[in-house]
């Protein structure tokens, strides 16, 4: 703290001005005489106050004068407004669900729903006015190994990215409180964690996520509330996690008191193994959403609750947004109950599953992972190639991609790789098409690289 508090000094008073570059971590602690673990947290804490930015491969700078108030950065880029689907760039950064008939039925069930409207809805969500719409997202889990779940164990939220918000609200405590998440992982657990004023703590990852002795040693070192895991599919390495590796992460948590936030937002065809609410029902809070199988714009999530967590889930939700709206509610209800969320889902998955077939196709050859049903896959560079040209020259050929340093946490190691979303929003013959570019990007690295 005393070495934070010199760098807000000398960075307000213009000693250090926007944009300098500060030392490597071990150049300045060896200068100092402390460890570079210190020196390395302080330039965290400042990089969290915005006072620094940290660029990965570059070193650490100097952002402003002064902490800039809220976040900084978003969790989607939106389609430009000259974005146009037949001429525009492919946009391969985020996956597009394809329209199998999600807009005709939302208008359907909008028309229905519109003709039950009482005097209930003048009134604001309470705690259990939300119960109908539980009971069918009980159902609609119950593909998942989640262990013994209830309406009552729910809490029902705005996507996805709301659900890891109301979990860390409820999780964490203290004044500087610690979560732990993969060394590459989904940003919005850093966004959310920045929210929650939470410093974020990476964990290493192998051929299956993130490691046991990894995670252990990382809760040795720097404590720990919450971790953030995703282990039927690692966004973004695809990486899934064995069963026992599963046992192992249980055995970790249990040992170290942490809080388990089960990320399973992709949803995709189950594996059949055990989540890690099944293992660990006492500790383990599960996410997910209907953004990926039928509409993003819906904003439904859900949080399946440890044992006995339900009504705290709720009133946190409660706290921060009163509950969902009961148009939302009632909308996801019918979709659910009539049978047409599934069929909507097993549509979208088709199309889907037709584009990773073309894309494993037309990348053959190349270092690429993937799994069944996954709308995303990840593609390490070959030699000739550095992640932040690859996309750059994509993008000047109209394809739209994502870097591994967009992954990487503060001060994150980020490898030579990009993850390519699949796009179902636009026509077959554009996505071969983009794929096609990206071939002939990758059999033809440029000759001018550094050495």
């Given at each position: 703290m005393a070495l934070v508090r010199a760098l807000r000094d000398d960075v307000r008073a213009g000693v250090l001005a926007a944009g300098a570059q500060l030392?490597?971590?071990?150049?300045?602690a060896w200068a100092l005489g402390i460890t570079p673990g210190t020196v390395a947290r302080a330039y965290q804490i400042c990089t969290q106050e915005g006072l620094l930015r940290a660029v990965v491969g570059r070193g650490t700078f100097v952002a402003s004068s002064s902490p800039r108030l809220g976040p900084r950065e978003p969790l989607h880029i939106d389609r430009l407004p000259e974005f146009d689907r037949e001429t525009g760039p492919v946009?391969?950064?985020?996956?597009?669900?394809?329209?199998?008939?999600?807009?005709?039925?939302?208008?359907?069930?909008?028309i229905e729903a519109a003709g039950q409207i009482g005097r209930d809805y003048l009134e604001y969500p309470g705690l259990r006015r939300d119960s109908v719409c539980r009971r069918a997202v009980v159902d609609w889990l119950s593909c998942c190994r989640l262990g013994p779940l209830t309406e009552d164990d729910l809490v029902l939220t705005l996507g996805g990215q709301n659900g890891i918000n109301i979990v860390l609200s409820c999780c964490l405590r203290g004044e500087r409180p610690v979560v732990l998440a993969e060394a590459l992982a989904y940003p919005g657990f850093r966004h959310a964690a920045r929210l929650t004023r939470a410093e974020v703590v990476p964990v290493a990852l192998d051929g299956e996520g993130m490691r046991a002795d990894a995670l252990d040693a990382a809760c040795r070192r720097h404590g720990g509330q919450v971790v953030c895991i995703a282990p039927e599919a690692q966004n973004p390495t695809t990486a899934r996690m064995g069963l026992a590796r599963r046992h192992e992460i249980v055995a970790v948590a249990r040992a170290h008191d942490l809080q388990i936030l089960e990320d399973d937002c992709y949803t995709m065809p189950t594996s059949g193994l055990p989540g890690l609410r099944e293992l660990a029902p006492e500790r383990t809070w599960h996410v997910t959403s209907?953004?990926?199988?039928?509409?993003?714009?819906?904003?439904?999530?859900?949080?399946?609750?440890?044992?006995?967590?339900?009504?705290?889930?709720?009133l946190a939700a409660q706290h921060s947004y009163f509950g969902l709206p009961r148009p939302v509610t009632d909308i996801v209800t019918r979709l659910i109950v009539s049978g047409e969320a599934a069929r909507l889902r097993a549509a979208a998955q088709a199309v889907m599953t037709r584009r990773q077939e073309l894309t494993v196709a037309a990348l053959a050859g190349h270092d690429l992972a993937w799994q069944p049903g996954l709308t995303f896959l990840w593609l390490r560079l070959p030699t000739g190639w550095r992640a932040s040209t690859f996309t750059r020259m994509a993008e000047a050929e109209g394809v739209l991609l994502r870097s591994a340093d967009e992954y990487a946490l503060v001060d994150g190691h980020a490898p030579n790789a990009v993850r390519i979303a699949l796009a179902g929003g636009v026509s077959e013959e554009r996505f071969g098409r983009a794929l096609a570019t990206l071939a002939r990007l990758l059999a033809n690295p440029p000759g001018d690289l550094p050495v």
């Open positions: 030392p490597p971590v071990r150049e300045l946009d391969l950064r985020s996956p597009q669900l394809p329209d199998v008939g999600q807009t005709a039925a939302l208008a359907r069930v909008m209907l953004s990926k199988p039928i509409s993003a714009g819906l904003r439904f999530g859900m949080v399946a609750c440890p044992t006995g967590m339900g009504e705290v889930g709720r």
